[in-house]
């Protein structure tokens, strides 16, 4: 499950990156939660909650069936 997490985020790397930020796959355990790290721009913004949960875990949930949640570490 973590290779298609990775090839996911990849496909979300770009939007990010145009605004100066970055997101690093920390952990993806057995019970579908992702960890991930929001670097650059990201890990500051105040709306980093919004760009986490209906972003990042919209797309994840979308491409991963297996992916339950997706945290911020």
Do not use: F, H, N, Y
Request: glycine share 10%; aromatic share 0%; proline share 4%.
């Amino acid at each position: 499950m973590k290779a298609e997490v990775e090839k996911a985020l990849e496909k979300i790397r770009p939007a990010l990156q145009r605004d100066g930020g970055d997101v690093e796959l920390v952990e993806v355990s057995a019970d579908g939660t992702v960890k991930v790290k929001l670097t650059g721009a990201c890990g500051g913004c105040p709306m980093a909650t919004m760009t986490l949960k209906q972003g990042i875990e919209r797309i994840l949930k979308q491409e991963v069936p297996a992916v339950k949640e997706v945290l911020s570490v």
